[in-house]
Each structure stands twice: as C-alpha cells, then as structure tokens.
C-alpha cells in the first residue's frame, strides 16, 4: 500500500517530469513541418527587436527560451542584420544557430561621393572578397554611374554582378532626371560629371545648386573650373584616395586637374546622389565666380577675384 510518504514523493517526481517537458516545450520547433522561408533583417533591427518579432511571426515559442539559449551558447548580439533561411519547423537551437552563422545576405550602405576603388573596398570587406574579384569590380564598374545605396547583396555576390546591380539601380532611380536634364540640352555625360564636382565640393545638399550656379559661371566665361577635388582625383592612389591637396599639387600632370585644363574633366570623379544631379540641372542662378570653406565647414561666395581674396585672408588665415 502507498502511504502519505510515497505519494508525496510520487507528486513531486511526476510535477518535476512535466515541468522538465514544459520547458523542453519553450524549446521545440513550433511546427511539426514547414517550408522555408527568406527572411530579412532590416539593417537597423537589434536583437532586441527581433526576437518579439519571431515570436509573433511563429518561428519560437518563447522569446524567454531563446534569450536563454542564446546567452548559454554566448551568442548574444551575434544575430547581425541580412537574409536568411528559416522555418517554422526549425527548433530553437536550429534557429540561433542559423541566425548566428549562415547568413546568406548582407547589407552594405554605399554613400555618395565614393570613387569606384572606394566602392569596392567596401564591399569587398562586407563579401570577404579576394583582390581578384575586387579587381573584376573595378574593371567593369563605370565611374560616377554606380547608385549610392544600401544594398542587400547576396554572400557569394560576384564582382561583375555587384557593378550591374549597381548601374541598373542608377539607371532606375535617374531616369526622370535625364529626361528633365534633356529638355534643358544638358548631355548626359556633363550632367553626371558637374554632379560628381558638387558631391565633391558641397558640404551639404543646401550649398549645391549655389555651387553648381558658380561651376556653370565659370564654364560659361571660359575660366577653368578650378575645383581641388578633381586634383585629388587625379592624386589618389589605393590607400589614400583622399590625400590633401597643395598648391603644388595644382601642377600635376592629369586631363582631370581642371587647373591646367579648361571645362570638365574627361569622365566623372565620383558617384554623385539625386541631390547633386538636380543641382546640375536646377542650379541657382547666381553671379558668382568662387567659393571657399571656413574651418567651421560654413561656405562663402564671391563675384570677384578681389571679394574672394577678402574672403581668403578673413575666413583662411
């Protein structure tokens, strides 16, 4: 016969085994079968975030159970934004772990105003690209036509299919703007070099159809454009693309040192935003000639050589 003793022991043991299965519960697949799925994480979504998002989406029980897991096995702030393939059937070990380490997208943010060799060092640090695919990057990339954006690209991306993916983008998101360039006579190749100058050249996107005014000024009289920034161009060299540039610097020996040559360089020395080809082709109609930037990033302009030169020795000296 059972007494009190036996059971109570038998209570305890059999409230123990359901817990256990209860919490092994918090753990499992929430289906039995599913297909998989491509999911994205956005490039700004913490861990913090997703993980109520996967469990109202129905990819875990618990949000508990995989904060738990995670920090066990030290993966916490390892889950990194991309793409991805999970199911529904996956338990939540499959899960994190999928999450963790087999990420099969990337996002990369290409910002405006990069030359190509910049673009592809960029990308080629996200992708763990060897020299050789960076190389067929730049070889088939075309200068000032590559779209700044944020990219979703897949892992094993070539160099050749980044640099198609990037041009039909700036096709897509350029069209209007060449159709609008075109009834103001503006060829395509001028409007995309007069925009990488005033990526180059403007501080922020309120200075640049200011700025685009005085670089058609100064085309229109037939003075050269002066700009630095195409000597820096001309300058650059991998592992510095952007080196200082000196007044004897103004010298160099480049069709893009619009010092020594007249109008615009011969191609584009940067991939310029919307902001910069709207400046070319809506730009303040102004009559200044110069411009320069105090230490404080504040731009200054001037009608005359003798304004400029004030402006040199009170905002430069």
């Given amino acids: 016969m059972f007494n009190n003793k036996n059971i109570k022991i038998i209570t305890v043991s059999a409230v123990l085994t359901v817990s256990f299965f209860v919490f092994l519960y918090q ?48 993966w916490q702030d390892k889950i990194q934004p991309g793409g991805y393939e999970i199911a529904k059937s996956m338990n939540a ?27 592809a060092e960029k990308i080629q640090k ?29 892992v094993d991306s070539s160099g050749e299919g980044v640099a198609k993916r990037m041009y039909s983008t700036f096709n897509e998101k ?45 085309w229109l009289s037939g003075m050269p454009f002066q700009i630095d920034a195409t000597v820096q161009y001309a300058l650059g060299k991998e592992g510095n693309w952007k080196p200082i540039v000196r007044p004897s610097d103004y010298n160099v020996d480049s069709p893009y040192n619009t010092y020594l040559h007249s109008g615009k360089p011969p191609a584009p020395i940067c991939s310029p935003g919307l902001a910069a080809i709207n400046a070319v082709i809506n730009s303040d109609d102004n009559d200044y000639l110069y411009y320069l930037h ?18 040199i020795d009170k905002y430069l000296k």
């Fill in 27 to 74: 753990f499992s697949a929430p289906k039995f079968k599913a297909e998989m799925d491509q999911v994205t994480i956005n490039i700004n979504t913490t861990e913090k975030d997703l993980i109520p998002k996967l469990k109202n989406q129905g990819y875990i029980r618990s949000e508990w159970a995989f904060n738990f897991l995670l920090k066990i096995k030290g």
């Fill in 93 to 119: 070990w499959q899960l994190a772990e999928t999450l963790v380490s087999n990420r099969e997208q990337v996002w990369v943010v290409i910002p405006e105003g990069l030359r190509k060799e910049e673009i």
């Fill in 126 to 154: 996200v992708l763990d690209w060897p020299d050789t695919e960076k190389e067929n990057f730049i070889s088939i990339a075309q200068e000032g036509y590559l779209f700044p954006d944020t990219y979703l690209l897949d």
């Fill in 174 to 218: 350029t069209a209007d703007l060449f159709k609008e360039a075109k009834k103001t006579d503006i060829r395509n190749d001028t409007l995309i070099i007069l925009a990488s100058l005033i990526q180059k050249e403007a501080a922020n996107d309120a200075e640049m159809s200011k700025i685009a005014g005085v670089i058609w000024n100064r």
């Fill in 294 to 311: 105090d230490s404080n990033g504040q731009i200054h302009f001037a009608k005359t050589y003798a304004e400029h030169k004030i402006n």
